[in-house]
């Protein structure tokens, strides 16, 4: 029972959890920010005399449109982070990177399309009422609150309680609908030799994205869509850098450490390589990578065979340039 209620997440995949939730909340805050202004222009009132108030800890002076968006933005980002996170949580484990994320993104799209189809019903079902209809179960709160345009006021509510009845049936269908997808028996028994493994995600174009990331000649660059960890052994003098082509961090790394390199050893006497961490699995349990990798284009520097320091966890360029002056000048 006790895992239920605190479940035990591999580290390595924890920070593409992190990663997508943090995406979701970005996405469902501007959906949040847009829904607002569209509701905003149908009463104003709703939120003068309801929102402004509820989020008056979050007032800082903005004028009433920015505010507006700021209360879009709070109170959907954390329906989108929530989303993504569960959906993270279901299909991320034990499954290719890429094919995670593209799963997590359909789950999302599934959230986004019941909010909206249900916010649309419940703007459809205040015009259809009319601002003739039997309003009396309303009539105590907007006299508290002092409305004087109740139609306007009511089909905003209506609109606002159906996004968030749309985006928690969303959520519903998409933790029913998107599952992992099971390994074939070939697939399973891939993971004993390292031609099979390319089925469990490295890219064997990687090289062709890269170019898009860097101004690094290619030839510089040993790419490889699988490996395993006795690829360090054949590294006498150079640097190790694990891409994570579904992550923004990874990326970005990659371009940073390419460029340095490319200033720094104008001679070429480092060799660089590059493996995707979608099919470096065996790195996972390597003592010096063990709990080091999450994503973030992590980086070894290598001398002889043996890693002499590493980038860590997380994004942190500031090691890049010092770490690599430090190998150039090791003997």
Known sequence: MLRFIIPRIALNDLWPMIIVAVCGALVAGGYGIVHDQMTYAISEEYFSKLKFDQFRWADVGLPDRLFVAEIGFLATWWVGFFCAWF?????????????AVGQVANGCAIVFVSTLLCGIVG???????????DYSY????????????????????????ASYVGGLT??????????????????????????????????????????????????RIQYYAESDT????????GILFIMAFWSGPSVKAFGEITEIINRLDR???????????????????????????????????????????????????????PNTKALLDTP
């Open 87 to 99: 959906l993270g949580r279901r299909v991320i484990p034990n499954q290719p990177r890429r094919r």
């Open 123 to 133: 703007f459809g079902y205040g015009l259809w009422r009319g601002p003739e209809a």
């Open 138 to 161: 309303w009539e105590q709160t907007l006299y508290d609150l002092g409305i004087e345009q109740k139609w306007a006021f009511i089909r905003v509510a209506y609109i606002h309680i």
């Open 170 to 219: 969303g959520l519903v269908l998409a933790l029913v609908f998107v599952r992992p997808v099971k390994k074939l028996k070939s697939e399973a028994a891939a993971v004993t030799d390292a031609h099979s493994r390319s089925e469990q995600g490295g890219d064997p174009n990687g090289l062709e994205s890269l170019a898009k990331y860097t101004q690094m000649p290619m030839e």
């Open 230 to 237: 006795t690829l360090i052994a054949e590294i006498e003098h």
């Open 267 to 321: 001679n070429a006497t480092l060799q660089f390589v590059v493996i995707d961490t979608d099919g470096a699995q065996p790195f996972y349990e390597h003592p010096d990578f063990v709990g080091k990798m999450g994503g973030w284009g992590e980086i070894a520097w290598i001398k002889d065979g043996a890693v002499q320091c590493m980038s860590g966890l997380g994004y942190n360029p500031d090691c890049f340039e």
